[in-house]
């Protein structure tokens, strides 16, 4: 609206139509696809499964609830629909309640435009300000989410029945708007039942007070399988009211893990113009995380959230940024650096049964099985035959994460065919990444028992 109104009658002269929220998500989406823009940029691996299932249960008009493990997007994915709102609405001025000029709910609101009509002031409220959210604790109140009587407004002279002596909670300040429960099986018994009449009937009671005061509020909510269906720790009747239940899922292909870290980490321009990091150790980090999620001896339940994969990068990414600063030289991530994820992963998983400290075997086992996984995708063992037989002759190549690039060239010149199957995954002449590729190929083929290795803290010395 070129010349947004200030009063009531300019707004009615502009012709504006109001519209509840969900016709005015509904309408935005409708559009959106319609010129075929991107729904939920940012958002990888979703596109042939929830949001399908999210544009469907938007265009019914549903609240949703999106059900999923720690760490797929789940919140990102409801901050995303913010942008399904229009820029900006208009509302009374210095409401609580964001009320429709042409048609306000609350009391006071009511009253002004009694006393105001045309003159009544409008203000206009962006879309920004029109999302809430809340992480359900035990401690959560009825009076957080939905209100409680004002004993200052009570003491003032007002009276208990009387409206105006209520202090609104967060969803009431939400109207006409999204309002977003995160976890939602954490709110007691008592706190979801108070939600019962939000979703069905739209109105609310506090106090035993019954206030008709019909909201207008998109209600979308997430929760952890283990919690939701397990625990049976979500009421059968606040289940019902909800009218989408979508599932989301971790990444199903490398691709897709990899393109979610290569956007969520933490991007340092010192670290980014000192390190690159060649494809096949991309992989190796996403590897780690996809045999997690399948491991017996890690809790499935919990998950293995996309934080891990984003936590190893950034790991790795630190490990070799600080080789570089110590011989002041480019880098590249190493398979040397690989035990430094321990520390990035250990916190962020939950063990299936088994004893203290053996954290670290579990995880180096994931390592070892991740780097077997990739070298096999980019070469067979038995292509290094000549390498493999030089070192039976007595070559030794010993290797280490603090070990400057330049002694790698040496050990690389001895390697004789196998310096041309190098050039498969690095092209390059640069010493950093050469000396990347040689880890790796030495650690593949000491996992296809083809090369003995022995660990001396963090050197890594190759025999035959």
């Known amino acids: 609206m070129p010349d947004k109104a200030t009063t009531l009658g300019e707004l009615r002269a502009s012709g504006y139509t109001p519209l509840t929220i969900r016709e005015e998500i509904r309408n935005n989406l409708i559009n959106k696809i319609q010129k075929g823009e991107d729904l939920f940029p940012g958002i990888i691996g979703f596109d042939d499964s929830v949001i399908p299932q999210l544009e469907n249960a938007i265009l019914a008009g549903q609240d949703i609830i999106l059900l999923g493990e720690r760490g797929q997007a789940k919140s990102r994915l409801i901050r995303h629909m913010i942008s399904l709102l229009d820029e900006e609405i208009p509302v009374m001025h210095r409401c609580e309640l964001n009320c429709n000029p042409l048609q306000p709910i609350c009391a006071e609101c009511k009253a002004t435009l009694a006393a105001d009509g045309d003159d009544t002031e409008v203000a206009w409220l962006h879309r920004d300000e029109r999302y809430s959210e809340k992480l359900a604790t035990p401690d959560i109140t009825v009076a957080d989410l939905i209100g409680e009587v004002d004993p200052i407004k009570v003491a003032e002279g007002r009276y208990l029945s009387d409206e105006l002596t209520i202090h609104y909670g967060l969803i009431p300040r939400t109207n006409r708007g999204i309002f977003c429960i995160n976890e939602l099986p954490d709110l007691s018994e008592r706190i979801q039942v108070s939600l019962f009449n939000l979703m069905q009937e739209r109105d609310i009671q506090i106090k035993g007070y019954r206030i008709m005061l019909p909201l207008d509020v998109f209600l979308v909510s997430t929760a952890n399988p283990e919690d939701y269906t397990n625990r049976g720790r979500i009421i059968t009747p606040l289940k019902d009211r909800y009218g989408a239940q979508i599932r989301t899922h971790y990444p ?92 990035s992963t250990t916190g962020k998983i939950e063990m299936e049964s088994v004893e203290e400290g053996r954290e670290y075997k579990v995880i180096d086992d994931l390592v070892k099985k991740a780097v077997l996984n990739t070298f096999g995708r980019y070469y067979q063992a038995r292509q290094f035959a000549d390498l493999t037989e030089r070192f039976e002759d007595g070559l030794l190549i010993e290797t280490g994460n603090d070990k400057p690039s330049s002694d790698y060239m ?33 650690e593949g083929l000491h996992l296809n028992r083809r090369l003995n290795c022995d660990r001396v803290g963090g050197q890594y010395i190759y025999s035959g």
Do not use: W
């Open 252 to 343: 199903r292909s490398l691709d897709d893990e990899m393109g979610i870290v290569e956007q969520e980490y933490s991007h340092f321009d010192d670290t980014q113009s000192r390190v690159r990091v060649p494809e096949y150790m991309k992989e190796v980090i996403a590897e780690v995380t996809a045999l997690a999620r399948r491991s017996p001896d890690i809790n499935q339940r919990s998950g293995v959230s996309l934080r891990v994969s984003i936590a190893n990068y950034e790991t790795i990414l630190s490990a070799a940024f600080k080789r570089s600063l110590r011989h002041n030289e480019p880098a590249s991530p190493r398979v040397s650096d690989l035990p430094a994820i321990v520390a």
């Open 410 to 442: 040496s050990g690389f010149a001895g390697m004789g065919e196998a310096c041309e199957l190098i050039k498969e995954i690095e092209q390059s002449d640069d010493p950093a990444a050469i000396a990347s590729a040689v880890e790796f190929i030495l």
